[in-house]
């Protein structure tokens, strides 16, 4: 079985400060890491991925994340945060070939002037 | 090309009342999702369909049914709606079941039951 934790459900952060999200997981296979990000009242959007290769996976937007595989970690990064960048960020990870994603709970980012 | 989209956006329903939301995707993907978000919880698999003609439960699907009337349009209906079914459910879709590409989700469908 897979799961997911994420280890804060609220992060509150001044602006231009820098942030990290965590996200640990369990697994028993090979992993499919990926970030989504809410906005309010949206859908779910993909903030980056990681599919194999390079451990540093980097978004357009400035966030970054690392997968570890020592310490089962995926955690979420960003040097300098923006008022928009508040919102929901949930981690996820692949369950199977089948597509299907297992949802960590989710944390609100909270970026205050 | 819009995507995922679903309706309605919001419904409010009696405990016993039956609805169903729609959702249809125009990117011609293969695999299409329904979830659930609860606060709290993330986002909770409720059934799936890895290909049109097929459909599988996941992990909370009692009290679901769903249909996958063809390959763009995904249906989830509920027979006797119960408060614990109060919830924002979204529709996703991606490109292909063995491939991890990005899952697409739709705007999202906020149902009370009252």
């Known amino acids: 079985a897979q799961s997911v934790t994420q280890l804060d459900s609220q992060v509150p952060v001044f602006e231009e400060a820098p942030v990290e999200l965590r996200c640990n997981y369990s697994s028993s296979v090979s992993v499919y890491l990926f970030w989504y990000v809410q906005y309010p009242n949206q859908g779910l959007q993909l903030l980056l991925k990681?599919?194999?290769?390079?451990?540093l996976v980097e978004s357009i937007n400035g966030f970054e994340a690392e997968f570890n595989k020592s310490q089962t970690s995926f955690h979420l990064r960003k040097p300098s945060v923006h008022i928009s960048d508040t919102a929901e960020y949930f981690c996820a990870v692949g369950a199977s070939n089948t597509g299907k994603l297992i949802f960590g709970q989710g944390t609100t980012l909270q970026v205050k002037p | 090309n819009a995507g995922v989209t679903q309706t309605p956006k919001f419904q409010v329903l009696k405990t016993g009342q039956s609805m169903t939301l729609q959702c249809a995707q125009d990117m011609n993907h293969n695999s299409m999702y329904w979830y659930r978000q609860d606060p709290g919880m993330g986002l909770r698999l409720i059934y799936y369909?890895?290909?049109?003609?097929?459909?599988d439960k996941g992990e909370v699907p009692n009290g679901y049914n769903v249909s996958r009337l063809n390959k763009r349009e995904f249906s989830l209906r509920l027979e006797s709606a119960a408060p614990s079914q109060t919830s924002v459910y979204f529709c996703?879709?991606?490109?292909?079941?063995?491939?991890?590409?990005?899952?697409?989700f739709g705007p999202g469908t906020r149902l009370t039951v009252l």
């Open positions: 996703a879709s991606l490109a292909s079941g063995g491939s991890y590409n990005e899952q697409f």
């Open positions: 990681y599919l194999s290769g390079s451990t």
């Open positions: 369909s890895a290909s049109e003609g097929t459909t």
